[in-house]
C-alpha cells in the first residue's frame, strides 16, 4: 500500500472493537450488502442517519467515498479503501473521514461465515490505529451505533429475501 501499510497487520486487543451478527440470509446476498453500492447506500449507518454515495469503485484497491447525514442534519464524510475481497467469505478496508492520510482511519476486517442456506454469521473486526482512538470511539458510541447500523443491515436482508 502506498502509505507503507500491508493488509497482514498485527492485531492488538487494545486498539480493537468486535462487532458479531447473525443474519437470516444467505452468505452471498450479505457480501454483496457490503460490496455493491446499490445495496449499501439502503442500509448504512445508525438509525436514523441516510448515506449518499459520491463516488463507488467497490473492487480492491477501489475507494468508496460517501456521506452519512444524522438526523439532527450534520454531515460525516467517509471513505473506504478495498484492500482484500474474497467472495463471499472476506472483506478487508481502510475506512475514515474522506480526506487523504486521516490519520483517525482504522482497518475492518469482516468474515461471513455461511451456517446454512439461510443464515450467515458476519464478524468485524475494527483495528484502530492506537488504544486512545479505541476509546474515543467507544466513547463516542462506536459499539451501539455499530449494532444500530446491523440492525439497519438485517432489516435490508430481509427486504430482499
Not at 500500500?1 to 498485527?10: N, T
Not at 439532527?72 to 463471499?88: A, Q, S, T
Not at 468485524?124 to 486512545?132: I, V, W
Not at 482512538?133 to 439497519?152: H, P
Request: charged share 30%; with cysteine.
Amino acid at each position: 500500500m502506498a502509505d507503507g501499510r500491508s493488509v497482514e497487520q498485527s492485531w492488538a486487543l487494545d486498539r480493537e472493537i468486535v462487532l458479531c451478527r447473525v443474519f437470516d440470509a444467505p452468505r452471498e446476498l450479505v457480501f454483496k450488502a457490503w460490496t455493491e453500492k446499490e445495496h449499501f447506500a439502503r442500509w448504512f449507518g445508525p438509525r436514523g442517519f441516510t448515506t449518499t454515495i459520491h463516488a463507488a469503485d467497490m473492487r480492491v484497491g477501489g475507494m468508496l467515498r460517501f456521506d452519512m447525514r444524522a438526523p439532527d442534519g450534520k454531515c460525516y464524510d467517509n471513505r473506504i479503501v478495498f484492500l482484500e475481497m474474497k467472495r463471499p467469505e472476506l472483506l478487508v478496508f481502510d475506512h475514515g473521514s474522506d480526506k487523504d492520510d486521516d490519520p483517525n482511519r482504522f482497518r475492518v476486517t469482516i468474515t461471513f461465515d455461511e451456517q446454512s442456506d439461510k443464515k450467515t454469521v458476519m464478524t468485524m473486526r475494527q483495528l484502530h490505529p492506537t488504544a486512545e482512538r479505541r476509546a474515543i470511539g467507544i466513547g463516542f458510541g462506536a459499539v451501539e451505533l455499530g449494532y444500530q447500523t446491523l440492525d439497519k443491515l438485517a432489516e435490508h436482508l430481509r427486504s430482499q429475501t
